[in-house]
Nanobody
Framework: QLQLVESGGGLVQPGGSLRLSCAAS????????IGWFRQAPGKEREGVSC????????NYADSVKGRFTISRDNAKNTVYLQMNSLKPEDTAVYYC????????????????????WGKGTLVTVSS
C-alpha cells in the first residue's frame, strides 16, 4: 500500500521552530518530487514548498521564504520541512504530497498533478 505519513507537528510559540517529516511506505521517494501544502481553518489549501526528486531544485511560497527549508534524505525515504521563525499565520494542517515533478506556476507551488497525499499534521503557533 502506497502511503505518505507526516509527523512533527505540534504547538509552538511565535518565533519557535519545528521540523516536519514526510515518510513514505510502500514505494521509494527516489523518483518523486515532494511538495508541502497547508490549509488553515476557513482558508484554501496553499502550496508551501516543493523539492525535485534529486533535491537539486526547490521552490517556496513568498510567505515562507527565508524561514522554511525543504530537504530530503532518499536513503531514509523521507522529506523534511524545517520551519523557523514561526508566526501565528503559519498555523495550519500541513500535508505532503508526491508527484513526478513539482508544478510551479507564477511562483506558486500547485497541488495539481500530485499523485499521493498524506493525511496531514497540525501545526499551531500560539503564545
Amino acid at each position: 500500500q502506497l502511503q505518505l505519513v507526516e509527523s512533527g507537528g505540534g504547538l509552538v510559540q511565535p518565533g519557535g521552530s519545528l521540523r516536519l517529516s514526510c515518510a513514505a511506505s510502500g514505494f521509494t521517494l527516489d523518483y518523486y518530487a515532494i511538495g508541502w501544502f497547508r490549509q488553515a481553518p476557513g482558508k484554501e489549501r496553499e502550496g508551501v514548498s516543493c523539492i525535485s526528486s534529486s533535491g537539486g531544485s526547490t521552490n517556496y511560497a513568498d510567505s515562507v521564504k527565508g524561514r522554511f527549508t525543504i530537504s530530503r534524505d532518499n536513503a531514509k525515504n523521507t522529506v523534511y520541512l524545517q520551519m523557523n521563525s514561526l508566526k501565528p499565520e503559519d498555523t495550519a494542517v500541513y500535508y505532503c504530497a508526491a508527484a513526478l515533478a513539482c508544478t510551479v506556476v507564477a511562483g506558486t507551488v500547485r497541488s495539481s498533478g500530485m499523485d499521493y497525499w498524506g493525511k496531514g499534521t497540525l501545526v499551531t503557533v500560539s503564545s
